[in-house]
């Protein structure tokens, strides 16, 4: 166990933050902190918009769902996939990478880059002692996120990211249990383990809601999960997707 590793464990997403904005030195930090991440190719295939202006914070809230904390926090990063200046850098080498540009492995390459970027940021940002939470919410209506940050084609904005100092410390939710997660060798397929599992976390999960409600929530992960699921969200993506030049070929 090291300061790292603690910190890394340690996590749990902040949705109330002090309204304390983040200094200059803070955001660079963590932006260089997400630019040490590792990187496929050295494709480095994302961008961060870091948003400070209050109405646009506001806007964004709203199209995560009204989401209080997208407004109210230190600073919003928006991680976005990109494949604009690759454009650029074709063009000036007078290239054409029309197909690979297009292809589903280089869209693969372009959303890993920028999931291991943004991870790299939640830890600088906590090993500082801030908070940190996740936005898909601002998947809800592209378009609308691409007006508010005049966002080019072949970028695409993934998730938000809110960060600051934490008014208070929300509790950590239970993972799945490590050999649900981790395999050695090969798939393990014994499902009746499987379920067994399930069945015992389930029971931690309900433990858990029911004591941070005083007993107003007892729901399950199997039972969040399924629900959850039975409904598509965002079928409007792929044609998005292909407006905004990121092929799935």
């Known amino acids: ?21 983040l200094s200059k030195e803070q955001i660079e930090l963590i932006v260089n902190s997400a630019q040490a991440a590792s990187t496929s190719s050295f494709v480095q295939a994302y961008t961060i918009i870091g948003v400070k202006d209050k109405e646009k ?10 989401q209080s904390y997208v407004e109210h926090n230190g600073h919003f990063f928006v991680f976005c996939a990109d494949l604009y200046r690759h454009e650029l850098a074709a063009e000036m080498e007078g290239k054409d990478i029309s197909k690979s540009i297009e292809s589903t492995e280089t869209f693969m ?5 920028a999931a291991l970027a943004s991870q790299n940021a939640v830890l600088a ?8 939470c996740y ?7 592209l378009e609308d996120v691409q007006n508010v940050l005049k966002i080019p084609r072949r970028v695409l904005p993934l998730f938000g990211l809110a960060i600051g ?8 939710k239970p993972r799945l249990p490590l050999s649900n997660i ?16 399930l069945k015992q976390y389930n029971q931690e ?19 969040q999960m399924s629900t959850m699921l039975q409904i598509p969200k965002r079928t409007y993506m792929r044609e998005y997707l292909t407006k905004q030049g990121f092929g799935l070929d």
């Not at 390459?109 to 880059?113: F, G, R, T």
């Not at 999960?205 to 039972?223: C, F, K, L």
């Open 1 to 21: 166990m090291n300061s790292t590793i603690e910190t890394i464990l340690n996590h749990r997403s902040i949705r109330k933050f002090k309204e304390e904005p």
């Open 57 to 66: 914070k506001r806007k964004l809230a709203e199209i995560a769902g009204n």
């Open 109 to 113: 390459v372009a959303l890993i880059d």
């Open 125 to 132: 940002a906590e090993s500082m002692g801030l908070g940190a």
């Open 135 to 141: 936005i898909g919410g601002i998947r809800n209506h």
């Open 165 to 172: 100092h934490p008014l208070d410390e929300s509790s950590q």
């Open 182 to 197: 981790y395999h050695e060798e090969e798939y393990q397929q014994d499902i009746e383990h499987f379920k067994g599992e």
């Open 205 to 223: 999960i309900s433990m858990y809601y029911a004591e941070r409600t005083n007993g107003n929530r007892r729901d399950t992960w199997t039972e």
